[in-house]
């Protein structure tokens, strides 16, 4: 059993993490400033840049801050931009957090600003040492998955050794999601066929039809020259490694960022935009699509690279998984587990695959990632713009 903590909204975190979010470009500089001095001590930044409302932004700011692993957040306002700032506080004071909204041109500057915040902030770090506790099982967890700096190992060893994690966590009961429609193009009819019914393995197929009529209409697929590089040569071959990292389970449904599983089971998030494309790359890196996970709620994210990603992420730990052998050589500080093994012939897909699981287990249960023990809170946040989900894509809603 894990020692969660236990928020007045009932979910159960497994970090206890005071979020410092800044609401718009402008006052990046002073949450920055409030937030270095406790790095050490689980205070971590996110914020959006923009100074223009946005929908989807907004969605994304209030389901982070009552993220289970956050017990508390501070925003940080410049006072004049677009930001709902009153609404998402109210929206993290109902869910029983300590909340507060700092705007800058109220405090007095920059070092007014600066010391109000870190006051706020040492009073709560107090506040928090009293969170309750409480046991969680493997299946209240939700379990996010990634890959990044792919190259022709990813979809051998680390894509698949994630599914077969996956496989595992779904047969406990866990809620695992699994994404970048944009890199499944060509996969969309095996994974209608696993669909809990026809009709959501419809809402997949043209969920995947989205994402490549997008990326048509930005002129260039999700493939980086780093993926050429290392191997891969076309969109459907990056496609074909990046499904591994599903498993086998039967899909049962359709998120998008900021939808919270309501039971068990394996979940495709569609990170693309709806309506015309507007937005530009939907993943312009990484950590956008990490950040949409977390505001589904994942505890945790897996990450696959073969070229070697060296990212984290604020408020959720993120299991690096090498897939490239000779990467894990040079980069082994940085990654958790070493699936290059399944290369060499000194480990079975299963036997890494519950490797992962296992240490899931222990990260779920206090132990520090790599990523977090260097101390790598990346996150970013930008424009885009969804529609609600249908019926048909969330059968267990019914």
Request: with cysteine.
């Amino acid at each position: 059993m894990i020692q969660a903590y236990l928020r007045q909204d009932g979910r159960k975190g497994i970090r206890n993490t005071i979020l410092v979010a800044y609401l718009v470009e402008c006052a990046h500089h002073v949450a920055r400033e409030i937030v270095t001095p406790y790095r050490e001590q689980g205070i971590h930044l996110i914020g959006f840049s923009g100074c223009y409302p946005n929908a989807y932004a907004y969605r994304m700011m209030t389901r982070l801050a009552t993220h289970p692993n956050v017990g508390a957040a501070l925003f940080v306002s410049l006072g004049c931009e677009g930001f709902n700032k009153a609404g998402v506080l109210e929206y993290a004071r109902k869910s029983g957090r300590p909340a507060k909204l700092l705007v800058i041109q109220d405090s007095g500057g920059t070092r007014k600003s600066i010391v109000q915040g870190r006051d706020w902030v040492e009073r709560t770090l107090e506040q928090l040492a009293h969170t309750p506790r409480a046991q969680m099982g493997v299946e209240e967890l939700i379990v996010g998955t990634k890959c990044g700096g792919s190259d022709a190992t990813s979809g051998l060893t680390a894509n698949p050794a994630m599914g077969r994690a996956f496989d595992f966590l779904v047969e406990k009961g866990a809620a695992c999601i699994f994404e970048e429609t944009g890199e499944l193009i060509g996969m969309e009819h095996w994974m209608a066929e696993r669909a809990e019914n026809p009709a959501l393995g419809q809402e997949i197929i043209q969920t995947v039809a989205k994402a490549a009529r997008y990326y048509a209409a930005m002129g260039h697929a999700s493939f980086a020259p780093g993926n050429a590089d290392g191997g891969l040569t076309t969109i459907e071959e990056k496609s074909l490694g990046a499904y591994a990292k599903s498993g086998q389970s039967k899909i049962s449904g359709i998120l998008k960022p900021g939808d919270a599983p309501l039971r068990g089971g394996l979940y495709l998030m569609d990170m693309i935009p709806d309506g015309e494309p507007r937005w530009g790359f939907p993943n312009i890196n990484d950590n956008v699509e990490v950040g949409e996970l977390i505001a589904c709620g994942a505890h945790l994210v897996l990450f696959s690279t073969g070229r070697g990603s060296v990212v984290g992420s604020a408020i959720s730990p993120v299991i690096k998984v090498c897939a490239n052998p000779k990467t894990y050589q040079r980069m082994a500080d940085d990654m958790d587990v070493d699936a290059g093994r399944i290369l060499e012939g000194k480990a079975t897909l299963d036997e890494v695959g519950r490797e992962i699981y296992d240490l899931l287990l222990r990260v779920a249960a206090g132990e520090k990632t790599k990523s977090e023990g260097l101390g790598h809170q990346e996150f970013v946040l930008t424009y885009k713009s969804f529609e609600a989900l249908g019926p048909a894509c969330f059968p267990s809603a019914a």
